[in-house]
């Protein structure tokens, strides 16, 4: 099925571990895009790439890194986890460029970190 | 900071009955308003979306208003179901450019049967 897939679905991570999520969309969208979720915070963004090859911070970058591999892929990496990243991680792409019909979302990364 | 502003934060309706969720934006820049339904462990996905040149769009049981001069828009969900029960997002963007979604806070609508 076309969409975006998240790997992977849960993570515990201890206190400083580091740890990459992955991302993928076979919809040959132009932008991709790395929210968190936290209850009565609704989504905010981390880090977006409105094309291949360009990649800018968002709201909270802060203790993150992406990298876009290529058109279909874009991963965020946590270096040094803390407790404060406890959240729920979702992927998203668009169409880019002068088209917009909102985001497609991926089913998300539960990540806890103790 | 928040640009987007939703209420209420949780909503209880009953069976039949029209939900009524409100969002406030302050970028007069904003030309792309969509709603996003998300259940339990999934990821959200689009509702329906307006652009600020109509005050209102309607797609089945589902509507959104729009209020540019108050810089407002709302969703109704009409008739009410059980399976309507989920969080719903406002978002707003500009449609050029980087296409960055802010959303609002969200809110938990449940429907008793």
Known sequence: NAGVTQTPKFQVLKTGQSMTLQCAQDMNHNSMYWYRQDPGMGLRLIYYSASEGTTDKGEVPNGYNVSRLNKREFSLRLESAAPSQTSVYFCASSEGEQFFYGYTFGSGTRLTVV | ?113
């Open chain 2, 1 to 113: 900071q928040q640009q987007v502003k939703q209420s209420p934060q949780s909503l209880i309706v009953q069976k039949g009955g029209i939900s009524i969720i409100n969002c406030a934006y302050e970028n007069t820049a904003f030309d792309y308003f969509p709603w996003y339904q998300q259940f339990p462990g999934k990821g959200p996905a689009l509702l329906i979306a307006i652009r600020p040149d109509v005050s209102e769009k309607k797609e089945g049981r589902f509507t959104i208003s729009f209020n540019k001069s108050a810089k407002q828009f709302s969703l109704h969900i009409m008739d009410s179901q059980p399976g309507d029960s989920a969080t719903y997002f406002c978002a707003a963007s500009k449609v050029q450019g980087a296409q960055k979604l802010v959303f609002g806070q969200g809110t938990r609508l449940t429907i008793n049967p």
